[in-house]
Nanobody, 115 residues
């Protein structure tokens, strides 16, 4: 059974940084795409950043220039470096692995940005 587990969330002040990690277990394949989504209270889940196995990256406008996504194909892991955090970045962050149309989600990790 494929499982994704996020870690690294927490409470930080505006302007600080966090690094999220997402580890995979139980897979016999390397995800084609790995990405991060977030969901704030009362809002729909939204795309944050994505990276394909070849390394091409894509970011939501709201995080471009502040967040950086990276992956380790050998470990089937994905990371999200979040800098210059803002209160509006507060959300539960989810990682997703996609393999030929099949999506696998983690359980989420809470990120709270507050003074």
């Amino acid at each position: 059974q494929v499982q994704l587990v996020e870690s690294g969330g927490g409470l930080v002040q505006p302007g600080e940084s966090l690094r999220l990690s997402c580890a995979t277990s139980g897979s016999r394949f390397t995800f084609n795409n790995m990405s991060w989504y977030r969901q704030a209270p009362g809002k729909e889940r939204e795309f944050v950043a994505g990276i394909i196995s070849g390394g091409n990256k894509k970011y939501a406008d709201a995080v471009t220039g502040r967040f950086g996504i990276s992956r380790n194909n050998a470990k089937n892991s994905v990371y999200l470096q979040m800098n210059s955090l803002k209160p509006e970045d507060t959300a539960v962050y989810y990682c997703k692995g996609s393999y030929w149309g099949h999506d696998y989600w983690g359980q989420g990790t809470q990120v709270t940005v507050s003074s």
